[in-house]
């Protein structure tokens, strides 16, 4: 009787196991953001990206928001591999039309 219980704990264990490892985790978009300020090539932007980012099995598929100082910004699009390796790329940039100063040698 004590051997059919075990049997039977095992298996509910192992199929709630298996279920909970299917399953999308979701990430705060705080925290993504972060990681992809950290990639070098956005670090003078400041980033924020989607506020769940669910990940799966497969990975993630996610877009975020670089904003610099003068209000231009870019779109990027990132992509998280299930070995954890990130992947971003910029889609879209609009950059703020530059006003010229008195006595600036960029007009």
Do not use: N
């Not at 095992?10 to 299917?22: D, E």
């Not at 497969?58 to 877009?63: E, M």
């Amino acid at each position: 009787m004590y051997s059919f219980a075990a049997v039977g704990f095992i298996a509910i264990a192992a199929g709630a196991g298996f279920y909970m490892s299917q399953r999308a985790t979701v990430a705060r978009g705080e925290v993504m953001a972060e990681t992809v300020h950290g990639l070098g090539a956005y670090g003078t932007l400041a980033i924020t990206c989607d506020d769940t980012i669910p990940i799966s099995v497969d990975g993630a598929d996610f877009s975020c928001k670089g904003t610099d100082t003068d209000g231009a910004y870019e779109l990027i699009a990132c992509s998280l591999k299930p070995t954890g390796a990130l992947a971003c790329k910029t889609t879209e940039e609009h950059r703020a039309r530059r006003t010229p100063k008195t006595g600036d040698a960029w007009k």
